[in-house]
């Protein structure tokens, strides 16, 4: 199968709202990534949200009053956002991919998001297609969030975690010299933190940081006796909060967010 097939086969048989909004890892994924929003979201903005899923961020943004567009590669997800918006104002959706947002012109959005082409994008050629398209329909000045996955993260939840041969988990990861490997057949790709840094050093972006948006939740969530309070998730994601741009807590988080602006 193709990219597009494999990511299309994956998502067509999960309930990805399920694990924004009931698992304390998505929640946690969810609360840090809107704080981050809302820090560079000024009143009358206009927001792209490319992958947007079922619309989990798109449409609350909507609601917020923000004028929305949602850009979904998978048919039944973009089905699921467009019920849900129906009745949202400031919101709309399209069927496209990361790699081609040609439907919208150079500079047209004051905030750009890109929450999940990263996780499955293998190739160099078409991860630095996926950022430079971002960028182009940004406005100078504008700010670029962009989500990835920690390949470091992915050896405790995908292999340890799970008791998975840990060698063949480090051989299927990284290469000899521990450089990170991408291959479709992963589904999801992960990142050393540097090495995605370093993928805008040549684009006219400039780093404003880099946040660890779930810390180790998801590893915790999956033991048969987790349990968290709403006060005791309350006190965590106001400490993640907190500590989330620590380089020293980047490696153990799932997932991550890179922010940056556009030069003008």
Known sequence: MDRTEIIKSFYESIDEDKRLEIKRQGQLEHF???????????????????????GRYSIALAKEGFHVSAIE????NLQELKEKSKRVANVEAFQGDALDLGRFGDDSFDITLSF?????????????????????????????????????AIICTNYLYDFLPTTAGIKENFNKDYKVRHFKEQLFTGFDVCEFEELFESKPVDHITTVAVDNVLEIAEARPDFSMTDEDFRAFADYQMHICEKRE?????????YVGRKRN
């Open 32 to 54: 840090v990534t809107m704080n981050y929003i809302h820090k560079f979201a000024k009143e009358g903005d206009r927001i792209l949200e490319i992958g947007a899923g079922t």
């Open 73 to 76: 590669l998978v048919e039944k």
């Open 116 to 152: 999940g082409p990263m996780y499955h994008l293998y190739d160099s050629k078409d991860q630095h297609k996926a950022l430079d398209e971002a960028i182009r329909v940004t406005k100078p000045g504008g700010v670029i969030l962009v989500a990835f996955l920690s390949a470091h």
């Open 249 to 257: 807590m980047l490696g153990s988080s799932s997932h991550l967010l």
